[in-house]
Structures are given as structure tokens and as C-alpha cells.
């Protein structure tokens, strides 16, 4: 099956076309190019395997977490796609992206930047049974000490968020954690796609309508509504 995938998630994006065990990956920085960059990528991803965007049969997106901005061009592009080409659309989550990069049979302790101070954490666990093969508990604002400090002994460790450098200073701080390193902290276009492939195998598919952004925190609005912060 022809699929095209979008990650915007992070200030760096990536696009993908995949067509069987045939794959390229096209990918972009900075956040402010996600919108100019897209249209363009897919079009050099998808002619690289022989075909155009609109062949595509499905059309997968990382729905979260991560910016506003970054997300939502992510999600519309995804979603004026979908509508406009007939292909089917399924959002995945870049904690399962990350989790199926890194693999094994060991729950995984995924963590985003979040600013202020705080991450946003999830553990990811290995369930055959799953649409993704992973199944996510969490997805919490928790500042950075609080999360290293809970960590089990031994815990695997993986997500964008330990770039940070207070992050990395606590980890090796602890000295009984496994990070991971490289590529396998991030997750990526052509991993959405892969694991788009497998939830559209399942039939657990959604609509478009029904495709909503997983931020990494509410917006100052909502914030200030809900009255002060910590």
C-alpha cells in the first residue's frame, strides 16, 4: 500500500513515502519551514519511489506530543490530504513511534521538552495485542527532577527530552539508567508510517474530522483560566 507520512512534532520535521519494503524519508529544520517544506518534501519523498502524492492510499501523522504550531501544520496538511485524495488518514502517537524504534520487551521511559522547567513523560510497554505492538501509560507534565528521581533502577530510557543537559546530568547522576542514544531518542516520518501500516492492518483507523493534536502542555489560555501555576 502507498502511504505518505508527516512528523512535525518536533522543531525539525521529516516526511516519508513508503511503498512495500521500499522507503524514503525527506527531512527539514527548522520549525519555521514545517508549512513551506511540506508540500515539497512529499512530492521529492514520493517521486523517489515512482509515484506522486496523490497515488498515496493512506496518509499517516504524528498526532503528538509536541508545539502548536509544529502539530497543527502537521495534522491540516494530513488532513487537506486525506479530504482531498480520498486516502485513508490514521494519527499515531510519537511516544509509539519512539517506543517501536527502540524495541525489546522492556517497558520504555519516554520524556519531551516542555519548557519551564518540566518534561512531558509517558512509559511505553510492549502489547502484541496493540494496534501499534505498544501500549502508553502517562503523558504528564513532570518537572525534571521529580522524574529522574522516580525512575525504577535499570529503567530504559528514551525521547527527545533527554537531550536537555539538566536531564543528562541527573541520568548519569544516577548511574543505574540505559539511555539510549542517537536516532532511536526521536521519532520520525517513515516510523508513523510503518506503524500507520500496522493500525490500518487492524482496522482501527479513524477520520479525519476525529484527528486531534496531543500537545505537550495547554496553552497560556488555558493556563490562566485554570488560575496559577505552580
Known sequence: MKTVAIDTSLPSGSVAALDGERMSEVCFAPAQAHARRIAAALTEATAALGWSVADADLVAVIRGP???????????????????????????SGFEV???SVGGE??????YDAGRGDL?????HPAPAAPTGWQTDGGVL????????KLPPGATLSGPGLDLEAVAALVAARGDLRPVAGAARLPSAAGAGRLGLRILATGATGSAAELAPDYLRPSYAQENSAGPSR
Open 106 to 111: 522492556e517497558p520504555i521511559h519516554i520524556v
Open 120 to 124: 512531558f513523560a509517558a512509559t511505553v
Open 66 to 92: 509536541g508545539s502548536f504550531t509544529g502539530l497543527r501544520v502537521g495534522i491540516a496538511a494530513a488532513k487537506g490530504m486525506a479530504w482531498a485524495g480520498g486516502m485513508k488518514i490514521v494519527g499515531v
Open 142 to 149: 513532570v518537572p525534571i527532577d521529580a522524574w529522574v528521581a
Open 98 to 100: 519512539i517506543g517501536a
